[in-house]
């Protein structure tokens, strides 16, 4: 007979957390952030407190966030993957393309969003270098 905690690790194994895209959306501004993760309630919880907290990544977002407050936001799963369809060692990349897809499709950059583009990221990276 399994004990209680190997019975939660394989369910929990076998039961994986939502993983894909979400977005955060400003709802004063309209401006949209969109990431991914590999749990996305756990990065839904981990947002809000990081925002809480005054320590979120994106200091564009967390500046709004000061701003406007906490109800000018809101949280949404724009799309997930189907863990049961993709073999595991494929979820990381597949949770990729799904959220560049939605980066192509919604062009959340400059007015519209809070993301960077990559190669903008790339030239903010290597000037902070030198």
């Known amino acids: 007979m399994m004990d209680r905690r190997k019975e939660l690790k394989l369910a929990y194994k076998l039961n994986p957390r939502p993983m894909g895209v979400y977005q955060i959306k400003n709802t004063v501004s309209g401006?949209?952030?969109?990431?991914?993760?590999?749990?996305?309630?756990?990065?839904?919880?981990?947002?809000?407190?990081?925002?809480?907290?005054?320590?979120?990544?994106?200091?564009?977002?967390?500046?709004?966030?000061?701003?406007?407050?906490?109800?000018?936001?809101?949280?949404?799963?724009?799309?997930?993957?189907?863990?049961?369809?993709i073999p595991e060692y494929e979820w990381r990349k597949a949770v990729s393309a799904l959220e560049e897809k939605w980066l192509d499709t919604v062009q959340p950059y400059g007015d519209n969003g809070y993301n960077i583009r990559k190669d903008e990221r790339k030239k903010s990276v290597t000037a902070e270098k030198s």
Do not use: H
């Open 31 to 85: 401006k949209i952030l969109i990431g991914s993760s590999m749990n996305l309630p756990g990065k839904d919880n981990s947002s809000r407190f990081q925002l809480e907290l005054n320590s979120f990544p994106n200091k564009a977002v967390q500046a709004d966030w000061n701003e406007y407050g906490p109800d000018a936001f809101v949280f949404a799963i724009l799309e997930t993957i189907k863990p049961q369809e």
